[in-house]
């Protein structure tokens, strides 16, 4: 037989805590700290009304770009900060065996037996 | 001259990224402490992390600037090694190369010769890919540091010594998963730092028709100028293209190379593994739009008097940033080639680390040490790369066109090893002996392609029957005679010689239930079904541009 069975994890086999799965966070965290620089630094060219140094200044994409790299980072932060909750509550459910009634009301173990 | 100058912003965000890289090297200390964390990564990677890692190993900066240069000069004409040079050889390795990889659960590429052939052929090609992945990593770090010097007038031998301290210091700490991460992260920074580039040039023209509007329509053809080598800007034939680049160089490559197959290795199912160079594909299908975009929008800006001519093509993308970016947004830029730069580098060392511990030190020197001993290897192995990658730089620098080199050793050590994996993987009769001569004389012959044609001992007519062809044709066609030696010889050879084991032969030979199908998994969990998304995508891409 070719394919290895013991390589192949279950479909509904709880994911092991890994660094790397904080990998998200720290990206979107990165993407925050660069939007707010950015955005910072585009904001007190505009207020300070300085001479444009680039073409298409006037658009202001430090601006835009800034709040882009805001937002995405935010999203990003948010979204894995609650999957990594949602992650440590099912693993806590499924190593204490839970009993299903109980389980029931953590959102993520149910979700994952759906 | 083309120069950048850099603000106190700039430095903020260039300084946020070291210090980012650096922290997330010691935090990931505490969670490598066996070898298989060190060199698989642990083994536990999803397919989006595992195929973004896959990606960006081969999106560093010298590509990137590289290939916006090239689409200066050649247009859309160089999106082929996005498309055709690109996607066939990953869904390939996905779908029917990955279940053999990853099934015998094999740390590097050279252990599938192993398994599969024998020892010598193992060690030929792990001693030739360790020296490739040095050469490689030194001359892209001296690229790295003669764009920088250029670019923003920074000091050669403090980039060069920066960026390779850095880089040994988080490769030592976390390993591959250090890599990966760096890799995952140059992904994100590279989109959110060069595409806004794109972006800006369409904006300051108005719409992408009127790019158009300012450049030849030949610029525009993917196919329709390939009839003959003469009618295109590349000087390259379809066929050149397409046995050349989209068979034997992008194959061996994509298939092979065992610095990207490696993030694949790291996947924590066999699905996985398969799904990441899919999930890859279509991202490395988006790259032509900022990469080509740039190069096309730098030559409308050049052929509307907005800009000088440029001295070097490959300044390209360095042009627009300089034009449409502020301070702050600048440093983003920057940080983002250097990001790429620097994940590069990252990349070849950990591949090389694991060839040297896994395929020469264990095999040769040490073979029954402890787990602990290997990683104690492997970090030691990572400063001493590092210090040969630093020399090699070194070296380029005084040789000014090794840059041209770049592209030859892809052709002496991948195109032979990718005919002799497809026998190996597909073909029972081939065996050791047969391979191992068969890829010994076909990078023989690569090599002597090369250096007979750099020293004008022969004629370019000889390899790539065009007396004017272009360094980048003599490469697709050195790349065609290497495979095709190693083809036909390992074929031969085996034929005449004793016929391998077939009890050995187990999970290492195609046969017609090799191939997993996932009938029990919804249609969207499927790594053929993005497959064939993916391909119907390059062929409709392929149509648009004809």
Same mark, same amino acid.
């Given at each position: 037989?070719?394919?290895?069975?013991?390589?192949?994890?279950?479909?509904?086999?709880?994911?092991?805590?890994?660094?790397?799965?904080?990998?998200?966070?720290?990206?979107?965290?990165?993407?925050?700290?660069?939007?707010?620089?950015?955005?910072?630094?585009?904001?007190?060219?505009?207020?300070?009304?300085?001479?444009?140094?680039?073409?298409?200044?006037?658009?202001?994409?430090?601006?835009?770009?800034?709040?882009?790299?805001?937002?995405?980072?935010?999203?990003?932060?948010?979204?894995?900060?609650?999957?990594?909750?949602?992650?440590?509550?099912?693993?806590?459910?499924?190593?204490?065996?839970?009993?299903?009634?109980?389980?029931?009301?953590?959102?993520?173990?149910?979700?994952?037996?759906? | 001259?083309?120069?950048?100058?850099?603000?106190?912003?700039?430095?903020?965000?260039?300084?946020?990224?070291?210090?980012?890289?650096?922290?997330?090297?010691?935090?990931? /200390?505490?969670?490598?402490?066996?070898?298989?964390?060190?060199?698989?990564?642990?083994?536990?990677?999803?397919?989006?992390?595992?195929?973004?890692?896959?990606?960006?190993?081969?999106?560093?900066?010298?590509?990137?600037?590289?290939?916006?240069?090239?689409?200066?000069?050649?247009?859309?004409?160089?999106?082929?090694?996005?498309?055709?040079?690109?996607?066939?050889?990953?869904?390939?390795?996905?779908?029917?190369?990955?279940?053999?990889?990853?099934?015998? /659960?094999?740390?590097?590429?050279?252990?599938?010769?192993?398994?599969?052939?024998?020892?010598?052929?193992?060690?030929?090609?792990?001693?030739?890919?360790?020296?490739?992945?040095?050469?490689?990593?030194?001359?892209?770090?001296?690229?790295?540091?003669?764009?920088?010097?250029?670019?923003?007038?920074?000091?050669?031998?403090?980039?060069?010594?920066?960026?390779?301290?850095?880089?040994?210091?988080?490769?030592?700490?976390?390993?591959?998963?250090?890599?990966?991460?760096?890799?995952?992260?140059?992904?994100?920074?590279?989109?959110?730092?060069?595409?806004?580039?794109?972006?800006?040039?369409?904006?300051?023209? $108005?719409?992408?028709?009127?790019?158009?509007?300012?450049?030849?329509?030949?610029?525009?053809?993917?196919?329709?100028?390939?009839?003959?080598?003469?009618?295109?800007?590349?000087?390259?034939?379809?066929?050149?293209?397409?046995?050349?680049?989209?068979?034997?160089?992008?194959?061996?490559?994509?298939?092979?190379?065992?610095?990207?197959?490696?993030?694949?290795?790291?996947?924590?199912?066999?699905?996985?593994?398969?799904?990441?160079?899919?999930?890859?594909?279509?991202? /490395?299908?988006?790259?032509?739009?900022?990469?080509?975009?740039?190069?096309?929008?730098?030559?409308?800006?050049?052929?509307?008097?907005?800009?000088?001519?440029?001295?070097?093509?490959?300044?390209?993308?360095?042009?627009?940033?300089?034009?449409?970016?502020?301070?702050?947004?600048?440093?983003?830029?920057?940080?983002?080639?250097?990001?790429?730069?620097?994940?590069?580098?990252?990349?070849?060392?950990?591949?090389?680390?694991?060839?040297?511990?896994?395929?020469?030190?264990?095999?040769?020197?040490?073979?029954?040490?402890?787990?602990?001993?290997?990683?104690?290897?492997?970090?030691?192995?990572?400063?001493?790369?590092?210090?040969?990658?630093?020399?090699?730089?070194?070296?380029?620098?005084?040789?000014?066109?090794?840059?041209?080199?770049?592209?030859?050793?892809?052709?002496?050590?991948?195109?032979?090893?990718?005919?002799?994996?497809?026998?190996?993987?597909?073909?029972?009769?081939?065996?050791?002996?047969?391979?191992?001569?068969?890829?010994?004389? $076909?990078?023989?012959?690569?090599?002597?392609?090369?250096?007979?044609?750099?020293?004008?001992?022969?004629?370019?007519?000889?390899?790539?029957?065009?007396?004017?062809?272009?360094?980048?044709?003599?490469?697709?066609?050195?790349?065609?005679?290497?495979?095709?030696?190693?083809?036909?010889?390992?074929?031969?050879?085996?034929?005449?010689?004793?016929?391998?084991?077939?009890?050995?032969?187990? $999970?290492?030979?195609?046969?017609?239930?090799?191939?997993?199908?996932?009938?029990?998994?919804?249609?969207?969990?499927?790594?053929?079904?993005?497959?064939?998304?993916?391909?119907?995508?390059?062929?409709?891409?392929?149509?648009?541009?004809?």
């Amino acid at each position: 037989m070719l394919v290895d069975e013991k390589h192949e994890s279950p479909e509904h086999e709880p994911e092991q805590e890994h660094p790397i799965s904080l990998l998200w966070f720290f990206i979107g965290l990165i993407l925050l700290l660069y939007g707010i620089v950015i955005f910072t630094t585009g904001f007190m060219h505009y207020i300070d009304d300085q001479p444009f140094s680039t073409v298409l200044a006037k658009l202001q994409p430090d601006m835009l770009w800034g709040a882009v790299l805001f937002i995405t980072g935010l999203l990003f932060c948010v979204i894995n900060a609650i999957r990594h909750r949602c992650q440590k509550k099912r693993m806590s459910c499924l190593e204490n065996k839970t009993p299903e009634s109980a389980a029931q009301k953590c959102c993520c173990y149910s979700a994952e037996k759906k | 001259m083309l120069v950048a100058h850099l603000n106190f912003v700039d430095w903020i965000v260039i300084g946020i990224y070291f210090a980012f890289v650096l922290g997330i090297g010691f935090y990931l /200390k505490h969670h490598t402490k066996t070898g298989h964390d060190f060199f698989m990564a642990g083994r536990k990677n999803s397919s989006w992390l595992a195929g973004l890692a896959f990606l960006s190993a081969n999106m560093g900066a010298l590509e990137l600037l590289g290939m916006s240069g090239q689409a200066y000069k050649y247009g859309v004409l160089t999106a082929h090694f996005y498309l055709i040079g690109a996607i066939p050889a990953m869904l390939f390795l996905a779908i029917f190369m990955m279940p053999f990889y990853y099934s015998n /659960k094999i740390h590097s590429v050279p252990g599938y010769l192993q398994l599969r052939f024998n020892e010598h052929t193992r060690t030929l090609n792990a001693f030739a890919f360790a020296v490739m992945t040095l050469l490689v990593s030194g001359i892209n770090l001296y690229a790295m540091a003669l764009v920088l010097n250029a670019f923003l007038g920074w000091n050669m031998n403090v980039c060069m010594w920066a960026s390779s301290l850095t880089v040994c210091l988080y490769i030592s700490l976390g390993g591959l998963t250090s890599a990966i991460y760096s890799e995952v992260l140059q992904f994100f920074l590279i989109w959110f730092g060069l595409f806004l580039a794109f972006i800006m040039g369409i904006i300051d023209f $108005g719409s992408w028709g009127a790019i158009k509007a300012h450049l030849s329509s030949s610029y525009f053809h993917l196919w329709s100028n390939t009839g003959h080598a003469t009618s295109n800007p590349m000087l390259v034939d379809w066929f050149g293209i397409v046995m050349g680049l989209g068979f034997v160089l992008s194959f061996g490559y994509w298939t092979t190379d065992f610095l990207v197959v490696q993030r694949t290795f790291s996947a924590r199912d066999l699905r996985s593994a398969q799904m990441s160079p899919v999930l890859a594909s279509f991202f /490395k299908m988006a790259l032509p739009f900022m990469v080509v975009g740039a190069g096309l929008i730098a030559l409308a800006l050049v052929n509307t008097h907005q800009i000088e001519a440029l001295k070097k093509p490959d300044d390209a993308l360095l042009v627009l940033l300089i034009r449409y970016y502020p301070s702050g947004l600048l440093g983003l830029g920057v940080t983002a080639l250097l990001a790429g730069f620097m994940s590069g580098q990252a990349g070849n060392i950990s591949a090389f680390n694991t060839v040297f511990t896994y395929d020469l030190y264990r095999t040769h020197i040490a073979k029954n040490a402890s787990d602990a001993h290997y990683v104690k290897v492997g970090r030691i192995m990572t400063i001493v790369g590092i210090l040969v990658s630093v020399l090699t730089a070194y070296w380029a620098m005084s040789m000014p066109s090794i840059m041209e080199y770049m592209q030859a050793l892809f052709s002496i050590v991948n195109a032979p090893l990718f005919a002799a994996i497809l026998l190996g993987m597909f073909w029972k009769r081939a065996n050791g002996i047969g391979a191992f001569c068969g890829l010994f004389c $076909g990078m023989l012959v690569a090599a002597s392609m090369f250096l007979l044609i750099k020293f004008n001992a022969i004629s370019p007519a000889w390899v790539a029957f065009n007396p004017k062809a272009s360094p980048m044709a003599l490469a697709f066609w050195q790349a065609i005679w290497a495979w095709s030696t190693t083809l036909v010889l390992t074929i031969l050879i085996s034929l005449m010689t004793k016929k391998p084991d077939a009890k050995k032969l187990d $999970g290492l030979v195609y046969h017609k239930n090799a191939i997993k199908k996932y009938k029990h998994l919804h249609w969207h969990k499927r790594p053929a079904v993005w497959a064939v998304i993916s391909l119907i995508i390059l062929v409709t891409l392929n149509i648009i541009y004809w």
